[in-house]
Structure formats: C-alpha cells, structure tokens
C-alpha cells in the first residue's frame, strides 16, 4: 500500500499481556512536534510514570521514525529510540541510522511503543500489517551477528531489517547496545538492557509498501539541490574518504585528542586510529550509505596481521577508536578493529564502555584497585589484550571487574571510592564522549544541559570552531557576527547552544542525518521547512520547525524534572570542571564551576526556565503549547 | 624563499602527499615576513604530480600554526616566526 506521510501510525506492543493495538497520531501533532524525536519524546513523557524502573515493565521503549524517513529527502534514514535510561535513570533518546526506519514505514508503521515484559525470550516480527510475539529462546545468549543471520535464515528473506540485542543487552549491562540493520548500532545510555529487560530478543521488519509526499515534483527538486549542496561541502567529501575517523590527526595536531583517560590532549602515533591509515593501508574495504544517503561514511573494515583475532566488520567510528584506543593508550589499530567487533557483537555502546575500561586503567595504575579486584588482569594503559578480556567480561558480568564496570563508571566509583570519582568521566551517570569539553564553551554547555549525559549526540555545536565559510555563516546568522566563530569565548554560546539544540531536534524528528545539518551544513532550517511544507502539502516555515525543536527539548527537560533532575545535575565530569588542560595550543583552559555557572544563567534565563531549579516555567510551557503534556512540573 | 636568510619553520602536512597517512615533517627555511597564504603558495610548488596539495582548493585545508587554527589568528595573512609549527591537512567533519 502506498500512503502519505500523515496520518501517521502507531504499533503499540504489549509484551506482558502479549497483544498489540494501533493508534493513530493527532495530525496537528505532525506539525507541532515534527515526528520521530518530537512525538516519541511526548509519548514516553505521557506513558512511562515518573519514578518507574528502567529495567521494569513500565518502561518504553519507543521507535520513531522520521517523517520524511522513507521519501527520496537526502540523508533522511534515521529513526530515533527512546526509553527512560537505566544507566543515568533519566531521559534518553538515541538515533541510529541504516534502513530500520524506512522498512517500518514501508510496513505501515511510524512508531512503535513497546511496553511490559515477556516471560520469556520473544522477538517481535513486523511484516505489513501482520504482527508477531514469537519465540526466541534460541536466540537468547547469541552474538548480535548470528542473530542477525539467523532470524534472516528463519524468515527467509535475507533483505529483511532487524534491531537485535547481544549477551550484553540480555545480561543487563548498563551501557548495552541495540544493533539495526545489523551494523548500525543505538548504543547510548542503555537502551538494549531496556530491550533486554522486557526479554525482547530482536525486532524483525518487512516492509511492501510505500510513502508518497504530497507535492512530488516540488519535494525531489528540492531534494537534489540538497544533495548537490550536501555534495560540495568538504566535510561531506572527508566523511566519504575516511569516515568520521578521519578527524584524528586534526584533533592531535590541535591538542584536542582524548588519551588516556582524559589525562593527555595527545598521543604519539595517533595516526595509526585514523581513517586515513586504514584506508592508506588496506583495513577499509568497502563504504555504505545509510538510507536515501550520498555520503557513504559507514566502513566496512578488515584485519590484516589478526594479532588480536579476526575482523570483518563495519566501523569503527571516531569515537570508538577514542574510547577504546587513545583513551586506554593504546594506537594500535588491529586492536581498535577487535575492539569494535567486540562491542558491536556483544551488543555495547564503545564510549561507555572505553571510558568505563579507561577510568579502571587509571585506577589500577594509581593503585586504587589491584589485581584482586581485577580478577588477575593488568589493566594498566597500553594493554590491548586486556581492554579485549575487559570487555567480554563485561558483556557476561563475569567475575569482580565485569560486574563491576557493566553498572558504569559513575557506579563503579561509587563503590571503589578512595577518590576515584575524580578520574570517572562522567555526569548524570554517562560517560562523556570524547570532546574535551575544557576548551570548547559551547560543547561544554551543551554537554552539561544535555538531558541524557554529556555527549555530542543531542546537541553538536562543531560550527562554533568557524574552520569553514559555512560554519562561520552559521554563528554569524545566530549571533549576527561570525567573530564569535571561536570555541575558546563565553560569550553568546548560549545562543549557539539553543539555535542548534532547536535544528538538531528537527532534524531528528524529520529523519535527518545530523552531520548534514550540524557538520556540514547543506540541511539547514529553510530547507528543512520546505521540504516538510512539499511532503504534507501544507503551509511550513522555519519559526514552526524551529519551534518544533524547542518543544522537544522542554518536554526531555520535563521529563527529567519529573525524575528530580536540577540545576545541580547540570554539570561536567569532575576532571573537566576542576583539572587543567595539562600541554598543547590549550594548555590551561578549563570550565570550572564559575564558568558553567555563568554559562547556565544564560541559557535558563534564554529558554524561560527557572534559574535556582533549571525547571521549565509555566509561562514557557503555554507559550509552547505544552501545558497539557508536562505543565504537572512547570518551576 | 627556502633556506635565505630569514626563519626556520617546521611544516607538516597530511594526507596531502600521495599516501602520506602518517605526518610528514618538513623542516624549511622562509624569507621573514613570510605568512601562511605565502607557504601554501611554495608548497604547492614543490607538489609532485599526482599530489593533492598540488590540486587542492585552500577553504578546504585545514592549516594550524603551533596548533592553533588560522581561523582564530590572521588566516591566510598570518605572519610565520622562527620556530612556528604549521601544519596543513584537509578538514574532517563528524564524529
């Protein structure tokens, strides 16, 4: 069946009673909160109970798609996943890309909401309208990749997509994975031990049917002009040569790696994680688009002298060879292979699980835990096979060290103690993602506002380092003057904090790919609200998709406000916010507790929150129009 | 302008140099007053055939002077001194 756009529909999946019941979207809602993000962060708002267990059967875990996800709009596959976190028990939203989201909506689905838990291993098969609750018992304890293979072999359709936890998601580790389309991994915050939780094996997708946008011609004219656009930025031809890796040697050379924990800015030898050696030197042996993408940034890699094993596999991201390599001292690039694999087979999110490894290297070499502690492994930076047993010892919480680092750092340091919360690179309980927030304002303040931890994932504000004429014409667009294109100033990052919290936000919910819109900058707000306006066949402009945005944020910031988040909790790891930059170009920056304080002013007063509590304002929520989802907690 | 009398300067570039996925460090002499636009200039001179940096169009390098984007300094119009560190490198994004 062909169909349009909106109405859209929702999958309500019940695994504690075992029944399903669909629900349509209110159609001003499409307009109101723009789809995918928007309508999933008002659905979980409205359906999980503030105070339930993450790990219970209250809790959510709600798929949404984007609403231009399945149309020709480039670079639109992504599909948003939302649950109430197990690791941070506070708001959390991932965004995966691959072909998930277009199967779903081919299928006729545009979000699914999945409630309660399951008695036992099931895994939830969605062909069209038909839908399935069937048995995974063989399934359970399975890597992420059999799974995989072994739901297509079962099915008999190799092309079918699939959300599949591993061992880590089953055994409830606190940072487990989701992994879509077999290769394209939800990794943050805990969202397959919630999967896991409810005993949910893996999600299975089938889709024959089609979406049609309301103006056909207007909307692909549009559409080709961005990708014309998309194609002449050079951040797009370097996501294409190297992936997202290729940023290394800049980062070095800048004084802005992450090593060894957060104690180094740089690393000898660097270059050896790069996305330009693996491509110089044979690991890379073939590029994928995500869908309706032109970019191609997802790797398909390979091992070559197998010191550490084998590898065949997709990856790995910049991230992921931060937190598992630099950060644990190690620049060997066989290893950061097996690394990934590992992780993606398992079903584990590399950042958390590189910095909790990390935090525990540091640990051991400070002499704060020993090798009882650690089960006989030397966890001392630089040793790979151990980073390699840590974190399958994790995935399966086998012995003292697995169990211990599978809560996650800020848990893990809890009950180390002796002072090691100094070293855990985390707040809210996430382990931040590997930008030095000491040296970058506006990051620093998006990270300590982001409502699921300190991450680039909900907010990027890369445009405020100003390396390019199209970053630069973005600051100067949102502050009037492109001389605030400089990371190191306080000044006006409230502003460049808000403006892309607002355009990440809808691009999320249209299905955007955010590298299109806040690292290259092709996808912007106009054309945005064009394409939107063409595909419903309705008045849309960029205040209302900008608005969009902004009701996101303030309903995630509700939600937690609900969880007795405040201003408090709105801060930086304990090394970023009280440990100078140690060398390099910035040696001596810092964002202490003046500074973000100084930073959170701005920023609550611009948003209309309250400033003792960080809490949305009534008056904020009306204005929004949200009075009726989250006016129960307005400051 | 290399090895007159003037400055010593260290230039790095990367993958800018057929497979050069590693730093290649090129100590080089300089006339004083010799800025960042000027270096890039000789540089593009000395390219071998097949070299990106022979081709490749300025906004899309990423240069750095001891570490230091040019954006923050005087951009093209930086003056070198004895001593800097520059290093070229085509821009990245994502991650």
Known sequence: MIRSLAPQRILNVDLTRGDTRVELVPEEDVIKFLGGRGIAAKLLFQRVPGGSDPLGPDNALIIGTGTLTGTGAPSSGRTSMLCKSPLTGLYLKVSVGGHLGAELRYAGWDYLVITGKSPQPVYLSITDDRVEIKPASHLWGQGTRQADARLKEELGDPTLQTAVIGPAGENGVLFSAILCSRFNGASRGGIGAVMGSKKLKAITVQGHGGLRVSEGEPFHRLADAMRHELAKDSGTESLYNWGTSGSIPGLNEMGMLAARNFSQVTLEGADQLSGQHMLDDGYLIGRESCFSCSTACHRFVRSLEHRWGEVLDSGPELETVLALGSECGIVDTESALVANQLCNDLGMDTISAGHAISWAMESFEREVISSLDTDGLELRFGNAAAVHEALRRIAYREGKLGDLLAQGTRRAADRVGQGSHRWAIQAKGLEQSAVDTRMAKGYALAFAVNPRGPDHLMTETFAEFGLSKEAREVIRTITGDEKYADPHLTEKRAEIVRWHEDVYGASEALGFCVFTSTAAFAVNPRNMAQLMAHALGTPFDEEQLMLGGRRMVTIERCFNAREGARRADDRLPWRMMN????????????????????????????????????????????????LDVCGDVAG | MERTAGIQVIVRTFGLRGRDSSLTRMPTGLSAGTTVGDLLAHLRTRARPGDRLASVQSDTLLVLVNGRPIQYLSGWETVLRDGDEITCMLKTAGG
Do not use: F, K, S
């Not at chain 1, 100078?580 to 701005?602: C, H, K, S, Y």
């Open chain 1, 579 to 626: 440990e100078r930059v140690p060398a390099g170009p910035n040696q001596g920056m810092i964002t202490d507790q003046a500074m973000l304080d100084g930073l959170l002013n701005q920023y609550y007063a611009m948003h209309g929150w309250d400033a003792a509590t960080g809490i949305p304002r009534a008056e904020t929520l009306e204005t929004l129009g949200l």
